[in-house]
């Protein structure tokens, strides 16, 4: 079963995913052995193709979404279980204002869910004024900030000088990504982290926690 889990992740089957954790759930299979040892290896082969470019992004989309779908329902169950499963952090995610594109921010979240974070997507087009209001009520580890456009890239710097202005930047670590986004635009706008990829934002939030 695990291993049907891991493939339907490779082949970036979301339906199939879905059905077969269901069913391992219903066949009593523990919610943290189907993450472990079926889903999080799924999705970090998918990350490792990737990198050796053997897989492209659409494979790499696919396998994120089967990810997300096996973690929408996953985390409510890791959640009864007490003492079982420990959130890695709580990250907000979303694609900032006058900003359309989902697709590398969501297989982002897909990936840092998958590696045990709790994650909160808003999805795009996010005002500034809705990720100071996640911050408040999630009260994250994190916030991740992408752009994948020239013309939008400021309103990562405008969440950011919203945070200060609010008291709120030093209570979370502010990652930015996105295709035109780079280190030294992290530096600039007062960020904590650039990840140029799903598999970067991951290590670096985890390094970030460990650091």
């Given at each position: ?67 997300k779908a096996a973690m929408d329902l996953l985390l409510p169950e890791l959640k009864k279980t007490e003492g079982s499963w420990k959130s890695a952090g709580k990250f ?55 752009a994948l456009l020239t013309s939008t890239m400021p309103k990562q710097k405008d969440v950011v000088d919203a945070l ?48």
């Amino acid at each position: 079963m695990l291993e049907e889990i891991k493939t339907a992740i490779l082949d970036g089957d979301a339906e199939k995913t879905g059905a077969l954790v269901k069913k391992a759930l219903t066949e009593s299979m523990e919610p943290l052995e189907i993450l472990n040892r079926g889903c999080i290896p799924g999705i970090e082969k998918a990350g490792a193709l990737f990198e050796a470019e053997e897989f492209f992004l659409p494979e790499l989309i696919t396998a994120g979404e089967a990810t997300k779908a096996a973690m929408d329902l996953l985390l409510p169950e890791l959640k009864k279980t007490e003492g079982s499963w420990k959130s890695a952090g709580k990250f907000v995610i979303g694609t900032v204002e006058g900003d359309m594109h989902d697709i590398g921010k969501s297989i982002v979240a897909s990936m840092l869910s998958a590696a045990g974070f709790e994650v909160t997507d808003l999805g795009i087009d996010v005002p500034t004024d809705r990720f100071l209001d996640e911050v408040k009520a999630v009260q994250p580890d994190f916030i991740g900030l992408s752009a994948l456009l020239t013309s939008t890239m400021p309103k990562q710097k405008d969440v950011v000088d919203a945070l200060i202005e609010a008291g709120l930047r030093d209570q979370v670590k502010v990652f930015v990504g996105g295709a035109p986004v780079s280190s030294d635009w992290a530096e600039k706008i007062g960020a904590d982290g650039y990840a140029e990829d799903a598999i970067a934002a991951v290590k670096l939030a985890k390094s970030t926690l460990i650091g």
